[in-house]
């Protein structure tokens, strides 16, 4: 079982699933011949806001373990929220203006998280409650 996983944007998880099967089409089936076993792919593609595709939930099936689809989507969201803190609340040094801040981080997030239509709560995104 070949099991690759990705995290892109929302608008290319189709195109990242197709990716993935064609990537590793030739090295399943040289699998299969030198080894001779079954081999088959299974790519694991959730969106940076949880976004899944349809064939998601029969690829994640195969997988043996804990296979809760929602406690992957939330992991992903709260993956792209971190990153979102990070990225919102770097400081920058100008030559006229020293170190600047870019604004409040809990304002940015929320805004950021309400416009993807998540309307994650604040305790999801920053860990604790409001």
Known sequence: MLIDIANPGD??????????ILKYKDLTTEIQGVWNVKAKTLPVIIGAN???S???RKYVSNIPGNRDVGKLQ??????TANILRKVL???HKTAD????DRGTIND???????SYGHGLTRECVYGYPA
């Open 11 to 20: 608008r290319n998880v189709i195109k990242k699933e197709a990716e993935k």
């Open 50 to 52: 949880g976004t899944i």
């Open 54 to 56: 349809k064939s998601f």
């Open 108 to 114: 940015r997030i929320t805004a950021t998280t309400y």
């Open 89 to 91: 609340t770097y400081k």
């Open 74 to 79: 939330k992991t992903a969201i709260l993956g």
């Open 97 to 100: 203006e020293g170190t600047r």
